[in-house]
């Protein structure tokens, strides 16, 4: 999809840089997967022009949301993306993608047994957390837990993008980037989450500089990471930590929402209808 619709070079770098090799080889797909019918869906859903694909477009996002939680929190976005469709459509589609996501767990509506694992281990699924700018930021604001801070400023962060119209339209590569720079716990896998949107931005200064930190995440061992096995035990310093990537992921928004960084190919279409 890249390669079709960004560049032939962007394809080609998200496909072969070392971070996606190295994820990819060490961890499965899932993120993947659910980034790739998120954009589908959106993709779909900026240019529907009738009911039918409209309703395939949400189904498509309701799938990918039902696959992994990656963009749950794009939806917060959905009111601010004003040139994309009308509000009510945005919210009919962020309302029954939500739908399908819930309706997925149909078949078990009747076992009470199976709903409470449902509700703690998917609503109430607490994944990584540490190793992070939100979790420092957090201990300075007593009484504010970092989970909910993450999600506070990934939400609000779509207030910021909406005053950017040519981004509305590849918002969700924009959020996977915004999404990793204010997680509120990093692993190794989340390294490749934002790659879609970061080599979007290739041009970027930050896009190098990411690479070359997340790299060194993925193949050192240090006690900043708290890793404490790799495939190839190499050893640096305290310097490299998951907080200077997610730094290396800000700078890179800075660059966006300034206009010094342009996406590639993708922003460039204006096509897209106004209203339902």
């Given at each position: 999809i890249l390669y079709r619709t960004a560049s032939p070079w962007t394809g080609i770098l998200f496909f072969l840089n070392p971070v996606s090799i190295a994820v990819t080889g060490y961890h499965i797909q899932f993120d993947n997967l659910a980034i790739l019918l998120g954009l589908c869906g959106w993709m779909l859903f900026c240019r529907a022009k009738t009911l039918p694909l409209t309703l395939l477009a949400t189904l498509t996002f309701g799938l990918s949301l039902s696959l992994k939680h990656v963009f749950s929190l794009?939806?917060?976005?959905?009111?601010?993306?004003?040139?994309?469709?009308?509000?009510?459509?945005?919210?009919?589609?962020?309302?029954?993608?939500?739908?399908?996501?819930?309706?997925?767990?149909?078949?078990?509506?009747?076992?009470?047994?199976?709903?409470?694992?449902?509700?703690?281990?998917?609503?109430?699924?607490?994944?990584?957390?540490?190793?992070?700018?939100?979790?420092?930021?957090?201990?300075?604001?007593?009484?504010?837990?970092?989970?909910?801070?993450?999600?506070?400023?990934?939400?609000?962060?779509?207030?910021?993008?909406?005053?950017?119209?040519?981004?509305?339209?590849?918002?969700?590569?924009?959020?996977?980037?915004?999404?990793?720079?204010?997680?509120?716990?990093?692993?190794?896998?989340?390294?490749?989450?934002p790659l879609v949107g970061v080599f979007l931005f290739r041009h970027s200064r930050f896009t190098i500089i990411y690479l070359c930190i997340a790299t060194f995440c993925l193949v050192t061992v240090n006690a900043a990471l708290g890793v404490s096995e790799v495939v190839g035990r190499v050893s640096t310093s305290g310097l490299i930590t998951y907080e200077l990537a997610q730094a290396a992921l800000i700078g890179l928004l800075l660059d966006v929402l300034s206009g010094r960084a342009t996406p590639t190919g993708l922003a460039r279409r204006q096509d897209l209808p106004r209203k339902p």
């Open positions: 794009f939806l917060g976005w959905l009111p601010f993306l004003a040139s994309i469709r009308s509000l009510r459509a945005r919210l009919l589609f962020g309302g029954g993608a939500l739908l399908v996501f819930v309706s997925s767990f149909s078949p078990w509506w009747s076992d009470e047994a199976a709903w409470a694992g449902i509700r703690l281990n998917v609503f109430g699924y607490v994944s990584t957390e540490g190793h992070s700018l939100t979790c420092n930021l957090a201990s300075a604001l007593p009484g504010l837990p970092p989970r909910t801070l993450f999600i506070l400023l990934t939400v609000l962060s779509g207030a910021f993008i909406a005053r950017r119209a040519p981004l509305h339209i590849i918002a969700p590569h924009v959020y996977l980037i915004t999404l990793t720079a204010l997680s509120s716990g990093m692993a190794r896998n989340y390294l490749a989450i």
